[in-house]
């Protein structure tokens, strides 16, 4: 693939030197530069406000008290590891985490709940049933407040910046009902 984009640039500058259109090329780049930051710079300031919110419901305790519900729930969703606390918590953390639309903030859990998992793994390279199950939930995840389209839209100045929101939640809730079903179809099945 490098060597893909590598050819597709070369030609670029080649067709541009030999059409006498250098200077095209040169606004180009200068442009591109201030256009992503322009872009990205919001994002980045979006993602900061949203993790601090998250820190202070993590220190507030708010977090601990959705885990606290979604405990009963994950020990039948991954009965291999039920009895390892310190798992089913980081794996309670990265759904919550994920629901509020922060999933840069939940990938470090994620990770967290997969090395978990992969101490009670007798297959180290293979997957385990919760290491797919919690794959699953978190490629399908639940969210509630998708912070990042929403940051998306209102960079784009839309009309209705949370119009979408019901359907978000929907299509998330059926996608992880589907997965959690499919999964559990295929777990029987084993």
Same mark, same amino acid.
């Given at each position: !693939?490098?060597?893909l984009w590598l050819i597709m640039i070369a030609v670029s500058l080649m067709y541009a030197? %030999?059409? #006498?259109? &250098?200077?095209?090329i040169n606004d180009v780049c200068l442009k591109v530069g /201030?256009?992503? %930051?322009?872009?990205v710079l919001p994002l980045i300031c979006m993602t900061c406000f949203w993790n601090g919110v998250l820190y202070? @419901? /993590?220190?507030a305790g708010? &977090? /601990?008290v959705l885990e606290k519900w979604f405990h009963p729930f994950l020990k039948w969703l991954f009965p291999d590891i039920k009895e390892d606390e310190e798992t089913l918590g980081y794996v309670a953390t990265n759904i919550t985490?994920? !629901?509020?639309? +922060? #999933?840069s903030?939940?990938?470090?859990?994620? +990770? *967290? @709940?997969?090395q978990g998992m992969q101490k009670h793994?007798? *297959? *180290?390279?293979? @997957?385990?049933?919760s290491m797919v199950t919690f794959l699953v939930l978190n490629t399908a995840g639940v969210t509630l407040l998708p912070t990042t389209l929403i940051a998306l839209r209102s960079e784009f100045h839309s009309l209705d910046i949370t119009g979408f929101m019901p359907l978000a939640i929907f299509s998330t809730v059926f996608a992880s009902f589907v997965g959690v079903m499919v999964d559990r179809w295929c777990n029987h099945r084993d």
């Open positions: !693939m490098n060597l030197f %030999f059409t #006498g259109n &250098i200077s095209v /201030k256009d992503t %930051f322009d872009f202070v @419901a /993590k220190e708010m &977090i /601990k985490v994920n !629901m509020f639309g +922060l #999933g903030a939940a990938t470090p859990v994620g +990770l *967290k @709940a997969m793994n007798p *297959k *180290k390279d293979t @997957a385990t049933r």
